[in-house]
Each structure stands twice: as structure tokens, then as C-alpha cells.
């Protein structure tokens, strides 16, 4: 598989806080990575690095063989091919969960509208929203909300999904409609980079697992490798706190 994303010894500072230092990673398309590690460890952080949401200071970040870099003339392209999807959602409140899903596509990617609106109603359906069309957020529960955040991300066709603690501000039971739907996108191939502190999703989505604690890389491997049989101390002790 073509590699899709390359970070090269990549540092992030504010000020004389370093929260990641010497980051390398590669991505493949249609792989799936995901991401845990400890609260404060730089997981989300490093996230928004990845489409220039934040800088980085030293090392570069190549997506399709483009430098994200916030001060290039195409960092507007560069981010729609790294799709966002956060854990607040992020839903314009005074619109529709239809015009918030076409306001982008036809706003920014000059797309015809409706074409853009088939295409809306038919990611609804597949989501179990179609019947939510018509709603505005505050109607919608933090699940319904966060699939429409998935679809929002989806319509702008990107090259790569970032999906940052996607069900962190869920309550127990919406959690496992938003995972679902991420599943389902792995199962036909969608490249994505997942920071979840669902361990059980995570197994079962990963193509590979990733550790991060202070700032670096500490271990990354097959799920299954990962969890049954954990390298550095670090790790173990980790994973103890979790039932999966």
C-alpha cells in the first residue's frame, strides 16, 4: 500500500514545555492507526498537528507528498484531505443537520447543490439520520450529534479521517452507535488515525496500536501484539487499568 502520511521527527513546544519531541510515523491508506496513551500525553495535540491546527517546530508532516505547513497558500486543500472530527462536534446551533452537512461543500469546494444534498441524505441513511434531516442540533442527543460530525467530515471527501476522543463526552450508551459507524468505515477501507480511550473499539478497529507517553512513542504494534503481549513495563502497567 501507498504511503499517505509522513511524520518526520516532528516537535512540538509552547515556549519551554515540550510536549512531543522527535515523532516519526508512517501511514498507509486504508490503514487504520490508533492512538492511546495516558491523559496530558500530547495524543490530541499531536492530532491537530497532522492538518496544521496547531505548529509544530522542528520536523515536517507530508500528506500526499504535500508539507502541512499553516503558512502555505494550499493549507485550505491540504485540510480537507485530513478530515477532523472532535469530541465537542461542533455543529453550527441555527442550521439544520442538512445545511450543516452542505455548507461546506458547496461554500468552500464550490460544489453543485444537489449534488452535494443526495449525497448528504444518503450518508444520513447509512448513519441511521435520514429522519433527522430537518433537525437542528439541540434536538439531536451527543450520539446523533457526533455521527453527524462523521458525516460532515465524510462529505468533504477526504484522503484521511483524524478522529480525536470521538465518544469521550458521551454517556456510556450513545458510545457504541458513534463506534459503529466507525467500523463500518473501516471495513471498506477508510484511512484513519484514531486517539480513543476505548480499548475494546480499539482492538477491534486497529490495524496497528500506538502508545504515546511523554511525548514519545513508546510502543506501537498488531493489536494483538499490543495487548496480549506488551513490551515495555509502560505499557503493561497501562493497559492494568483497563478491562478489554
Do not use: W
Not at 517546530?57 to 486543500?77: F, P, R
Not at 452537512?101 to 447509512?126: G, N, Q, S, W, Y
Not at 459507524?181 to 471498506?188: C, F, G, I, M, N
Amino acid at each position: 500500500m501507498e504511503e499517505i502520511l509522513k511524520v518526520n521527527n516532528v516537535c512540538k513546544r509552547y515556549e519551554d514545555i515540550t510536549v512531543f519531541e522527535n515523532m516519526n510515523l508512517t501511514v498507509k491508506r486504508g490503514e487504520v492507526v490508533v492512538i492511546v496513551g495516558p491523559s496530558g500525553c500530547g495524543k490530541s495535540t499531536f492530532l491537530r498537528c497532522l492538518n496544521a491546527l496547531e505548529n509544530i517546530q522542528d520536523g515536517e508532516i507530508l500528506l500526499d507528498g504535500e508539507k502541512v505547513d499553516a503558512a502555505s497558500k494550499n493549507i485550505g486543500n491540504i485540510r480537507e484531505k485530513a478530515g477532523m472530527v472532535f469530541q465537542s462536534y461542533d455543529l453550527f446551533p441555527h442550521l439544520t443537520v442538512l445545511q450543516n452537512l452542505m455548507l461546506a461543500p458547496v461554500k468552500v469546494k464550490k460544489r453543485d447543490k444537489k449534488e452535494v444534498e443526495a449525497e448528504a441524505l444518503t450518508l444520513l441513511e447509512r448513519v441511521g439520520l435520514l429522519t433527522k434531516k430537518d433537525s437542528f442540533p439541540r434536538q439531536l442527543s451527543g450520539g446523533q450529534k457526533q455521527r453527524v460530525a462523521i458525516v460532515r467530515a465524510l462529505i468533504m471527501h477526504p484522503e484521511i479521517l483524524l478522529l480525536d476522543e470521538i465518544t469521550a463526552a458521551l454517556d456510556p450508551e450513545m458510545v457504541r452507535e458513534v463506534l459503529d459507524v466507525v467500523l463500518s468505515l473501516a471495513k471498506e477501507g477508510r484511512t484513519m488515525i484514531i486517539v480513543t480511550h476505548e480499548m475494546q473499539f480499539a482492538r477491534a478497529v486497529a490495524d496497528r496500536m500506538i502508545f504515546i507517553d511523554s511525548g514519545r512513542i513508546v510502543e506501537e504494534g498488531s493489536p494483538e501484539e499490543f495487548f496480549e503481549n506488551p513490551k515495555s513495563d509502560r505499557l503493561k502497567q497501562f493497559l492494568q487499568t483497563f478491562s478489554y
